[in-house]
């Protein structure tokens, strides 16, 4: 039974308000937004109010607005509706960055397949992009950038304003993965040189399978899905109502509190830092990601010496839910891809461990969480 979860960056349980505003969309009746009767009418109007709280906290237009099903489907919907389109300009080039999510990167080498042309960025060894070598990238044949703003296993932000600058200057379309960083940065997309930003609910306390793109009035889309005429023609299939209700709550409370998530968030990670050091000793484990450009919730460190797997089961049978670096694909291991970008030895890339804090944590479940590795650790190295 898990009793400290800390792998908010996977997913977030709801929160109860967000549930009340779930149910109570759920509990309005039958409606499909697209029907002309009352009961679709007003499915429709919950919609809208969704849409427009989002403009407000994005500081875009609503109609810039278009709701999907997950942040893969925002990510995907991004990079082929906008090489597409770019493509009938005479534009084939796509730059992004070995540490993307997958949802960006096997779209990146999807596009390759189709005939784009693809430039995947380094990162140095703290998971950050080197703005000159965005520069040198990106020409005036290129189609669409796409950099995240904050990475899901190291939490390391990436200069997305300064690419986005010289993505601009060339003509080229910028897409932001935003789903991990929204919630603890705050995105205004009146300022931000950003043509598409993808979000995803379940991340910040809202229900899992409901996503959101911003696209930038004016730039070039083609829509990945064809049937009815929802969203303004650019994502057709009816709208998950209730969902994007309970989203928009998420998002009103999280930017509302975005000071407080932050500050709470940062608490779990130094409590859990400084523990970890304590119980275990600095020299037993290693910092995985940037030290000042980083978001507060994720602390990714690698217990040198033990592996991932085992670190992590014992958590788990501990009650302790963290996540690792690595992927088991049909009984092979996979190490992260990300860390791996960060050109780490195998012992640290094996080694890694990711905490990730949000609502509920506590300052006392850092420090059971440090005493219960110490002890784990212990055990693991003493066989
Ligand atoms: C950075 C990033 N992008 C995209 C996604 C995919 O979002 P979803 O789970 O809503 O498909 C995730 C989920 O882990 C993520 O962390």
């Not at 403009?55 to 997950?70: K, P, R, W, Y």
């Amino acid at each position: 039974m898990t009793s400290i979860y800390f792998d908010h960056a996977a997913t977030t349980a709801m929160d109860p308000e967000v549930i009340s505003a779930y149910v109570a969309a759920a509990n309005n009746g039958p409606g499909n937004p697209s029907s002309l009767h009352a009961l679709g009418r007003s499915a429709r109007e919950q919609i809208a109010a969704a849409r427009d709280c989002f403009a407000e906290i994005l500081n875009c237009q609503a109609s810039e607005i278009v709701f999907t099903g997950s942040g893969t489907e925002s990510d995907n919907s991004a990079l082929f509706g906008a090489a597409h389109a770019q493509l009938k300009r005479g534009r084939k080039g796509i730059v992004t960055t070995a540490v993307e999510h997958h949802a960006v990167l096997h779209a990146c080498r999807q596009l390759e397949a189709q005939g784009f042309s693809l430039t995947v960025l380094p990162v140095d060894e703290f998971g950050r992009v080197a703005l000159e070598d965005a520069k040198a990238a990106i020409n005036d044949t290129t189609a669409v950038v796409s950099i995240m703003a904050g990475n899901n296993e190291t939490g390391t932000l990436q200069p997305i304003a300064e690419i986005g600058e010289w993505a601009r200057k060339h003509k080229a379309l910028m897409h932001v993965d935003a789903v991990q960083a929204f919630g603890y940065t705050p995105f205004d997309l009146g300022q931000l040189p950003i043509d598409f930003l993808s979000l995803s609910a379940h991340k910040i306390n809202g229900p899992q399978g409901v996503g959101l793109l911003y696209i930038r009035k004016g730039s070039p889309y083609q829509p990945m899905l064809f049937g009815g005429s929802q969203e303004r023609n650019r994502r057709a299939g009816t709208e998950n109502v209730a969902g994007i209700v309970a989203f928009a709550k998420a998002a009103q409370l999280a930017s509302e509190k975005l000071q407080i998530r932050r500050e709470h968030a940062e608490m779990m990670r130094t409590a859990l830092l400084e523990g970890l050091a304590e119980q275990l000793g600095a020299d037993h484990f290693v910092l995985n990601g940037h030290l000042e450009y980083r978001l507060p919730h994720i602390l990714n460190v690698s217990f040198i010496g033990l592996s991932s797997e085992s670190m992590l089961m014992n958590l788990d049978l501990e009650g302790v839910a963290a996540s690792g670096g690595s992927a088991c694909t049909s009984g092979s291991l996979k190490p992260s891809h990300v860390l791996s970008a960060m050109n780490f030895s195998s012992e640290r890339l094996l080694s890694a461990v990711r905490f990730s804090f949000g609502l509920g944590n506590t300052r006392e479940e850092a420090d059971k969480t440090a005493k219960i590795t110490a002890t784990i650790s212990a055990r693991l190295r003493n066989r």
